[in-house]
């Protein structure tokens, strides 16, 4: 199994100037040790708790809920038109009780994506990566002992465990034919999801998924320790611990081109089902037109004549 890069406490500068530019998955560790909240978390999970309860009190969250003996992975039950949880609303301060405390056979709760400055601007200041811009906010991750099935992201990602372990599993776009992919509108988080498990795969339902595997990077992450995952790499997390809490920070500084999934649905109406010659047809267009793979196709014509065959940024 190929290895992760590892960069130990990395400064601001070497992020952007080494670990962003070469788009691969790398392990930042103690890269947030400085930060009060995981120095907390390391002290004990008991004064992490009642410092975010403090700061974030009874304030009513979005939680996710899972079905009884759904198991710890919010996920699908059975096909992917059910899934295996609820959303419901409770006040945070009895959800860090009850995931602090679960009774036995109650359902697993999981805080999911959530902006931290709409929980706390005081919490969304105290956990602030300095090795990330500003303008880049903090979203939090809560639960215990959960998991979150493989998945990638239209987005840069950098994440760091706050509290309790993670285990990140990797995949590289290039895999995408491997993991066998749910229909998007079926998606249990909104983004696009694998349907093998993980940790149970059903090789003669998804029998390419042996090539995947050989291709999986793993990192095992502690209180302080990060992880840069560049865009579209596919993951797989599994969270240990009495609370365990992620923060991460999503960014994309090509949003403005527009969004290439919709682009791509847009394209498999449009192409995919032409007759063989006129979807080849259209094959050679792509990929002279939207690859470039025989380099700039507008060369012939001045820069600003090109219309919308030319540069957009």
């Known amino acids: ?93 009895r959800f860090i009780d009850r995931v602090l405390s679960p009774e036995r056979g109650e359902q697993m709760l ?16 105290a ?19 959960t998991g979150t099935h493989t998945h990638f992201d239209v987005m840069q990602n ?14 590289p776009p290039d895999q995408t034919p491997n993991l066998y992919m749910a229909p998007f509108e079926a998606s249990p988080s909104n983004a696009p999801v694998s349907m093998v498990k993980l940790e149970d795969p059903d090789f003669e339902r998804f029998p390419r998924f042996r090539e995947a595997q050989e291709r ?6 502690e209180p302080g320790d990060g992880i840069f ?7 797989h997390v599994k969270a240990e611990g009495d609370l365990n809490v992620l923060v991460n920070y999503w960014w994309n500084e090509h949003e403005g081109l527009g969004t290439p999934l919709d682009a791509m649905l847009h394209s498999i109406l449009a192409v995919r089902d032409l007759p063989e010659p006129m979807r080849n047809a259209w094959q050679t267009m792509f990929e002279t037109f939207v690859f470039k793979q025989h380099g700039e196709p507008m060369d012939h014509v001045e820069p600003h004549l090109r219309g919308g065959l030319g540069p957009h940024t």
């Open 110 to 125: 999981y805080l999911e994506s959530t902006k931290v400055a709409d929980l706390s601007a005081e919490l969304s200041n």
């Open 158 to 171: 950098v994440a760091y465990v706050l509290s309790g372990k993670r285990r990140f599993t990797l995949f």
């Open 1 to 93: 199994m190929p290895e992760l890069r590892e960069y130990d406490r990395p400064s601001a500068q070497t992020f952007r100037d080494e670990i962003y530019p070469a788009a691969r998955p790398a392990i930042l560790r103690q890269v947030a040790a400085n930060l009060a909240p995981v120095q907390m978390a390391k002290r004990g999970t008991g004064e992490l708790a009642d410092y975010l309860k403090q700061a974030i009190g009874e304030q009513a969250i979005s939680v996710l809920v899972s079905n009884p003996n759904a198991g710890p992975t919010f996920f699908f039950d059975g096909d992917v038109s059910r899934l295996n949880f609820q959303r419901g609303n409770m006040p945070f301060s």
């Open 229 to 235: 995952i560049p865009y579209m790499w596919w993951h």
């Open 127 to 145: 956990l602030h990566l300095p090795i990330l811009s500003t303008q880049v906010q903090p979203r939090v991750w809560m639960g215990n002992n």
């Open 216 to 221: 999986a990077l793993v990192a095992d992450l």
